[in-house]
Protein backbone atom coordinates (compact mmCIF):
# COMPACT_ATOMS: atom_id res chain seq x y z
CA UNK A 1 0.00 0.00 0.00
CA UNK A 2 1.41 3.22 -0.62
CA UNK A 3 1.27 6.67 1.52
CA UNK A 4 -1.05 8.16 -0.54
CA UNK A 5 -3.86 5.19 -0.31
CA UNK A 6 -2.83 4.98 3.08
CA UNK A 7 -3.24 8.69 3.99
CA UNK A 8 -6.60 8.51 1.92
CA UNK A 9 -7.54 5.79 3.86
CA UNK A 10 -6.14 7.13 7.66
CA UNK A 11 -7.71 10.78 6.83
CA UNK A 12 -11.76 8.68 6.52
CA UNK A 13 -11.13 6.55 9.52
CA UNK A 14 -9.21 9.81 11.79
CA UNK A 15 -10.00 12.54 10.31
CA UNK A 16 -8.67 14.63 13.13
CA UNK A 17 -5.24 13.55 13.26
CA UNK A 18 -2.18 14.06 10.61
CA UNK A 19 0.96 12.19 9.61
CA UNK A 20 3.91 12.08 6.98
CA UNK A 21 6.12 9.70 6.18
CA UNK A 22 8.70 9.80 9.29
CA UNK A 23 5.06 8.88 11.19
CA UNK A 24 4.79 5.08 9.12
CA UNK A 25 6.90 2.48 9.87
CA UNK A 26 6.54 -1.26 9.00
CA UNK A 27 8.19 -4.34 11.14
CA UNK A 28 7.18 -7.89 12.95
CA UNK A 29 5.60 -8.44 15.86
CA UNK A 30 6.09 -12.08 16.56
CA UNK A 31 6.36 -13.18 13.22
CA UNK A 32 3.71 -10.53 12.35
CA UNK A 33 3.33 -7.77 9.66
CA UNK A 34 2.95 -5.05 11.62
CA UNK A 35 2.11 -1.19 11.07
CA UNK A 36 2.96 1.79 13.53
CA UNK A 37 1.22 5.22 12.72
CA UNK A 38 2.18 8.46 14.57
CA UNK A 39 0.98 11.36 14.22
CA UNK A 40 1.76 15.28 15.42
CA UNK A 41 -1.02 15.00 17.97
CA UNK A 42 0.41 12.43 19.82
CA UNK A 43 -1.19 9.53 19.09
CA UNK A 44 0.56 6.46 18.48
CA UNK A 45 -1.44 3.32 16.66
CA UNK A 46 -0.04 -0.14 16.50
CA UNK A 47 -1.78 -2.47 13.81
CA UNK A 48 -1.51 -6.24 12.99
CA UNK A 49 -1.80 -7.32 9.43
CA UNK A 50 -3.18 -10.67 8.61
CA UNK A 51 -3.45 -12.16 5.00
CA UNK A 52 -5.95 -14.38 4.61
CA UNK A 53 -8.18 -14.76 2.08
CA UNK A 54 -9.04 -10.86 2.84
CA UNK A 55 -6.58 -8.15 4.32
CA UNK A 56 -7.22 -7.81 8.16
CA UNK A 57 -6.06 -5.23 10.38
CA UNK A 58 -6.12 -5.30 13.90
CA UNK A 59 -5.50 -2.11 16.29
CA UNK A 60 -3.43 -4.10 19.01
CA UNK A 61 -2.19 -0.59 20.60
CA UNK A 62 -3.01 3.16 21.22
CA UNK A 63 -1.97 5.82 23.15
CA UNK A 64 -2.05 9.65 23.07
CA UNK A 65 1.52 10.32 24.54
CA UNK A 66 0.21 14.30 24.44
CA UNK A 67 3.33 15.51 23.04
CA UNK A 68 3.81 16.07 19.26
CA UNK A 69 5.68 12.80 17.81
CA UNK A 70 8.26 13.25 15.31
CA UNK A 71 8.66 9.90 14.35
CA UNK A 72 8.77 5.74 14.89
CA UNK A 73 10.47 3.30 14.12
CA UNK A 74 10.29 -0.62 14.65
CA UNK A 75 13.74 -1.19 16.81
CA UNK A 76 15.03 -3.84 19.01
CA UNK A 77 15.17 -2.88 22.72
CA UNK A 78 18.38 -2.20 24.06
CA UNK A 79 17.31 -4.14 27.59
CA UNK A 80 18.45 -7.96 26.85
CA UNK A 81 15.97 -9.06 29.41
CA UNK A 82 13.44 -7.98 26.77
CA UNK A 83 13.52 -9.70 23.60
CA UNK A 84 10.04 -9.00 22.02
CA UNK A 85 10.30 -5.89 19.42
CA UNK A 86 9.26 -2.23 20.46
CA UNK A 87 8.43 0.58 18.47
CA UNK A 88 10.64 3.56 19.29
CA UNK A 89 8.72 7.11 19.57
CA UNK A 90 10.77 10.34 18.98
CA UNK A 91 9.68 13.20 20.46
CA UNK A 92 11.26 16.84 20.43
CA UNK A 93 12.96 16.62 23.75
CA UNK A 94 13.01 12.51 24.24
CA UNK A 95 12.89 8.97 23.07
CA UNK A 96 10.90 6.45 23.88
CA UNK A 97 10.34 2.63 23.86
CA UNK A 98 6.79 1.11 23.38
CA UNK A 99 7.75 -2.84 24.34
CA UNK A 100 4.46 -5.27 22.49
Given at each position: MSLFKLKSLWNKTFP????DEKHLAFG????QPSIALANFQGILHVFLISAKSTLEVRNI????FENPIIAVEFVTHPDDRVRSKA?????????????L
Open positions: NEEFNINKYQNNVGVLFFRKFTFVT
